[in-house]
């Protein structure tokens, strides 16, 4: 498991989805005390995407992202 603690993600882009996240393929990812701010994506998640895989958010801010599907986040499939 990846874990990120006291991390800020801001001002990330991505041509296709997760802006400043992408979680993908039984990834498992936790992230704590974390801000996610002003990220973009072409295509879905502007700051966070996860595709079958497991994400933990504690404690996170997640403001002004933007993508044309799910403007914060975006999630399909579950871990298997």
Known sequence: ???????VFASNR????GGALA???SA?????????????AAGAGGAI???HAILSLINATLYG?????????????GAG
């Open 65 to 77: 992202n933007s993508a044309p599907a799910g403007a914060s986040v975006d999630g399909r499939g």
């Open 28 to 40: 498992q990812v936790a992230v704590s005390n974390a801000e996610f701010v002003g990220n973009q």
């Open 49 to 51: 995407s996860v595709d």
């Open 1 to 7: 498991q990846v874990r990120h603690d006291r991390i």
């Open 14 to 17: 991505a041509g296709q989805g």
């Open 23 to 25: 979680v993908v393929e």
